[in-house]
């Protein structure tokens, strides 16, 4: 292990800068993390190595007792726990990463309770509602109707975020239309499967595909989902609005829906169905799986409702019956 930093000893300051450098390093080869998330990573270090400063400990020499103190503090700065979160995560794995190529012999986050956050709940639609709304888009069999089912489909059937979708390359859909290679954040690639019915549709408008391409595009334009723009595919917006109007049609209020609502719906449900966690976290093309539990609280409260409505037992009647039958039995 390094020796403990001192002002005799800055040797020690320039070994925790090389150690950060060889784990941002690993992060972004290994992990393919995204240049935003290697600078809050960067950032965070430097503010827990500045902190270790003032307590004469480095990165590679402080324990879980500087830890929490350095969690502590970032309370007391007023820092959000969405940002103390983040911050900590950085350390934990820097930790991690330190332990595992034997820089350290222990992980001095190993007894450190996590951050708390409170993340809100998922926006989704309910199974209802994205049938209805299928239904709905399904009824327009002109070219821009079968785009907008194609995208409707894709982005529930797939759990894609918007960029992903219109980014999408024609090139991404796979034979038969079963399976999309979608490059996500950082990079990454991932495989996923789509439906029949989400295959069928797509392939439908694939066939009109080309009614979308001026003739200064031609088959040239990588897009599957190409646009005049400037981008060469549709934006962001333009599928936001197109879904509103969807909305409206099929009776779902616009403030409802996103193309992000979809992606939740399709997390949601997947989870409700009984999903195992690992497998929707492939899916979503998350990189830690605790972004992926959110999805369990949704399922859990709904279950919760679901119990309180149906279930006998919870129905103040049933509870009353066997109250009467009991005193009415103690009687006898």
Known sequence: MPAKATASNPASRTID?????????????DRAAAPYTLRNYESALSHY??????????????????VSAWLATLQEEGRKASTAALMSSAVRQFYGFAYAEGLRGDNPCASVARPKTQRPLPKYLTTEEMTNLIVVAAGDQSPKGKRLLAMVEILYAAGLRISELVTLRKAAVTAQSRSLIIKGKGGRERLVPLGQ???ESLSS?????????????????????????????ISPERVGQLLKDLALKAGIAPNRISPHVLRHAFATHLVEGGADLRSVQT??????????????????????KLLTSAHPLAKSGVHNGREKNSRGKSKG
Request: glycine share 8%; charged share 25%; net charge negative.
């Open 283 to 304: 899916m979503l093309g998350h990189a830690d799986i605790s972004t992926t539990e959110i999805y369990t609280h949704t399922a859990q409260d709904r279950l919760e």
């Open 205 to 233: 408008y694939l066939s009109v595909r080309r009614k979308f391409l001026t003739k200064t595009m031609d088959e040239e334009n990588p897009f599957l989902f190409p646009s005049r723009g400037a981008a060469g595919h």
């Open 17 to 29: 800068r090389a150690e950060v450098s060889q784990f941002l390093d690993m992060m972004a080869v």
């Open 49 to 66: 190595a500045a902190f270790l400063t003032g307590r004469d400990e480095t990165l590679l020499t402080a324990g879980a007792d500087d």
């Open 197 to 199: 019915a989400a295959g």
